[in-house]
């Protein structure tokens, strides 16, 4: 059973950074993206980073771009998001999803965690 936990979410002021944490089981992540959503409270859930398992080639939406970092970590199978500069306009819970290069829809996501940018 594919299983995507989410970790590292929290409380930081702006301006501050948190690393927020994925860690993958159930299958193997290869030839799949593995990505971060998020969420605001009111909004629709919206795309923030991606990254190809096997390359590691990454996209990021524009309004993280130079401030957040995905990388992925093939020997512990997890997946992490940097994220510096943060804005209040981030509040959000964050989700990790995969899918396969294949597939246009992301087939597994985990249960988010919450990340409050407030002083």
């Known amino acids: 059973q594919v299983q995507l936990v989410e970790s590292g979410g929290g409380l930081v002021q702006p301006g501050g950074s948190l690393r927020l944490s994925c860690a993958a089981s159930g299958r193997s992540f290869s030839n799949h993206y593995l990505a971060w959503f998020r969420q605001s409270l009111g909004k629709e859930r919206e795309f923030v980073a991606r990254?190809?398992?096997?390359?590691?080639?990454?996209t990021y939406a524009d309004s993280v771009k130079g401030r957040f970092i995905i990388s992925r970590d093939s020997a512990k199978n997890t997946v992490n998001l940097q994220m510096n500069s943060l804005t209040p306009e981030d509040t959000a819970v964050y989700y990790c999803?995969?899918?396969?290069?294949?597939?246009?829809?992301?087939?597994?996501w985990g249960q988010g965690t919450q990340v409050t940018v407030s002083s």
């Open positions: 999803a995969a899918r396969p290069l294949v597939r246009a829809s992301y087939d597994y």
């Open positions: 990254i190809g398992w096997n390359a590691g080639t990454t």
